[in-house]
């Protein structure tokens, strides 16, 4: 077991609370929830609901001296988010810039979950380097905090990540849960045919988060994905198909403001040989469900 200690913020959440899952194998990890939790055996949990309060965050990472703190809290999906973009700048930014200076506090390493709409969706294969041009509430919410982290922190890691797959739990259920979930068999679903990424399990985000600490990764900005591109149509028929489920239910989204393909497909190749991590197919992902 490692010294060091991981506080994740946003840890009941579906990619918080399965982060806390795989790397409290090897860490001490508390996790930050502010309304409902599945309890973890192994993690430590602390209710806490003041992310828009800067001194709130400065004693509670004072209270709990983490050597990491990995900014997970908001959600991830873009059509909740344009219902309300001011509560994503509140959780996604503001939040993060708060726990940002909080973590400088006591000198830990800030990692910072973004998102692959950081990008237009424009051109896909979409490197480190690239110019970021959001153009929905949760990408333009995801820079700003990017821009924060990497203008004031000294030790900081910034992973930006492909839609991710896995199980969530009772209170946070993943969207692969809610599809194969027998009580809504009879829902339509509508999801998008133009819409592309490269969607990647949340253990492999884990695994970046322990290889980036083990190796003493700072100052990085790093993408993740998986070697599949595909829409979010595509990925529900063959998630479905794969378990032997019925596909019936999920409809194509057809819009005259889907004109064109957006692809936002993550170019992953120096994560790879930075990290020395593998890449999966979406099939393997499946399997890891």
């Excluded at 192994?42 to 828009?52: E, I, T």
């Excluded at 905090?145 to 004031?152: D, K, M």
């Amino acid at each position: 077991m490692s010294e060091k200690k991981i506080l994740i913020v946003g840890g009941s959440g579906f990619v918080g609370w399965n982060l806390a899952s795989f790397l409290s194998r090897n860490y001490p990890v508390t996790l930050t929830w502010h309304r409902t939790l599945t309890p973890h055996p192994r993690v430590n949990s602390v209710q806490f609901g003041g992310l828009h309060d800067k001194d709130a965050c400065v004693a509670l990472v004072q209270q709990l001296n983490p050597s990491v703190v990995i900014y997970a809290a908001g959600i991830s999906d873009p059509v909740r988010a344009e219902k309300d973009p001011a509560v994503m700048m509140l959780t996604h930014t503001n939040g993060a810039n708060h726990m940002l200076i909080a973590a400088d506090y006591v000198k830990a390493k800030s990692i910072f979950i973004s998102s692959d709409y950081v990008f237009a969706g424009i051109e896909g294969n979409y490197h480190e380097g690239d110019t970021t041009i959001p153009y929905n509430a949760l990408g333009k919410a995801k820079l700003s905090a990017e821009n924060f982290i990497r203008s004031r922190s000294l030790n900081h890691v910034v992973i930006r990540c492909a839609p991710l797959l896995g199980r969530g739990t009772l209170d946070h259920p993943s969207w692969l849960d809610r599809l194969r979930d027998p009580m809504a068999s009879s829902k339509k679903i509508t999801l998008s045919r133009k819409q592309i990424h490269n969607p990647v399990h949340v253990r492999e985000l884990a695994t970046a988060i322990d290889r980036a600490l083990q190796y003493d990764v700072r100052n990085k900005i790093l993408h993740l994905g998986g070697l599949t591109r595909i829409s979010e149509y595509d990925l529900a028929v063959r998630f479905l198909e794969h378990f032997g489920l019925g596909a019936d239910r999920v409809v194509p989204f057809d819009s005259v403001l889907e004109y064109q393909y957006q692809d936002y497909s993550l170019n992953f190749t120096q994560t790879l040989k930075l990290l020395k991590t593998e890449a999966l197919l979406l099939e393997q992902s499946f399997d890891l469900l």
